[in-house]
Structure formats: structure tokens, C-alpha cells
């Protein structure tokens, strides 16, 4: 079992669950959220030409609120999540695992950058994350002594 496995463990024990993976794990969902509409959303564009003003006429809202959600992971309300896939012709489904079933190599199975946060942290060192200056979407990790 690995640190991050064994420090999930421990916090699940907790009689409250800590911050740090309560955030963790939303921002797994709102990626896999965000995630999943744009590759439905990319296919239509591709087969058909869509285009975000396409799906915002379709749902009744603004293409610029369109392209906001498209752009990057936000917290959506489940009705917007629920307008943009019907908009799409799709149908939301959500299935709910249990935490063993969704960590693998003892590293929680998400795509996020949270992720290598998880895995450079231990308990007796704090890690602090920032964004690398190449690209928004990468992150570097650093000691709390180089983040100073």
C-alpha cells in the first residue's frame, strides 16, 4: 500500500473527512464532468460542424456561457450538466464506486493535476503546487522551501 493509499485510508477513518481530499476528489469529478462534455461536444464539431453557438441555441443560454463551460473544468450544476448533454443528444448517467475501486497502483485514478499532489505529499513534508510558465494545463511540483 502506498502513502497516498494509506493516507486516504486514514482520512476515510477520520470521524470527518479532511479538506484537502474533499477537494481532491471534486476536482477529479469536475475534470471527468468537463472531460466527458467536450469530447462529446468535439465529435459533434467534427462530424456535423457543430459549434458552441450551435449547442447554446439549442439549450437556450449565451455562447459565451458555452464556450466558459467548454473551456476549462468548473463546478457545474447537474441541470447545466443535464442541458448540455441532452443538447447534444445524450443522456447523463452517473454511477457512484466504492474509494478501493477507484484507486489503482495505490494512486487515485484520476486525470487531474491533483494527482502528482497527492503523490509528492507526505506526512511529514507539505507540497505546494504551481503552475509551470509552458502551459496553463501543467503543474510543478515544489517543496515548501522552493515555493519561499
Not at 481530499?21 to 475534470?31: A, D, I, N, S, V
Not at 457543430?50 to 459565451?64: C, F, Q, V, Y
Not at 447545466?80 to 448533454?85: F, L, P, V
Amino acid at each position: 500500500m502506498t502513502t497516498s493509499q494509506t493516507q486516504l485510508d486514514q482520512a476515510l477513518s477520520e470521524p470527518q473527512i479532511n479538506k484537502f481530499w474533499l477537494g481532491y476528489f471534486q476536482e477529479g469529478f469536475r475534470e471527468e464532468v468537463h472531460q466527458q462534455l467536450l469530447e462529446i461536444f468535439e465529435t459533434l464539431k467534427k462530424s456535423s460542424g457543430w459549434t458552441r453557438s450551435d449547442l447554446a441555441r439549442k439549450i437556450g443560454r449565451r455562447p459565451e456561457q458555452v464556450t466558459r463551460w467548454l473551456s476549462a473544468p468548473t463546478n457545474l450544476e447537474i441541470d447545466t450538466i443535464s442541458d448540455m448533454a441532452l443538447g447534444m443528444r445524450v443522456v447523463p448517467r452517473l454511477r457512484f464506486e466504492p474509494v478501493k475501486d477507484s484507486i489503482s497502483d495505490g494512486k487515485p485514478n484520476l486525470t487531474n493535476p491533483v494527482a502528482d499532489f497527492v503523490a509528492a505529499s507526505t506526512a511529514s513534508q507539505t507540497v505546494l503546487m504551481k503552475p509551470t510558465p509552458t502551459a496553463a494545463t501543467s503543474y510543478e511540483i515544489l517543496s515548501r522551501s522552493e515555493a519561499a
